[in-house]
């Protein structure tokens, strides 16, 4: 990606996400947050990656449905935002990132197995420590 791309990509980040905490909250009746936007080289397409804080995976992936519906009005209000500093407002695809998602189940995994190691008394540690030619 060239500098020029990072830039757009960012703006377009600040800027999508300040238009759905205050005029397109409603769409997704979930809390949305903006983690990244990807560019194509050519600027005509941005890919938003968003994450969906909600009860279950059907809601998160209806709350992407509603903001992918939604993007030719939140392109618009875009549009109106930023006009002045891209030639053509580029497409908006949105997609959900489901990074904090797996990072929380990670982290469950570990509470998990940290909780059984306390129960029985072991630190995951063996006593004896292998020869070289035991690895």
């Not at 205050?22 to 194509?40: K, P």
């Not at 030719?72 to 908006?92: F, G, N, T, V, W």
């Amino acid at each position: 990606m060239s500098i020029r791309t990072d830039r757009v990509g960012r703006m377009i980040q600040r800027e999508v996400a300040d238009l759905l905490q205050q005029d397109f909250g409603e769409v997704s009746q979930s809390l949305v947050t903006v983690t990244g936007v990807r560019m194509t080289d050519d600027l005509g397409t941005a890919y938003v990656d968003v994450s969906v804080l909600g009860a279950d995976d059907r809601q998160r992936k209806a709350a992407v449905a509603r903001l992918d519906a939604q993007a030719s009005e939140i392109r618009h209000a875009l549009s109106a935002r930023i006009r002045h500093q891209l030639k053509r407002m580029p497409d908006l695809k949105f997609f959900l990132d489901e990074g904090p998602q797996r990072r929380a189940r990670m982290d469950e995994l570990f509470a998990q197995i940290a909780a059984e190691r306390d129960e029985t008394g072991t630190d995951g540690a063996e006593d004896e420590t292998p020869s070289r030619g035991e690895y």
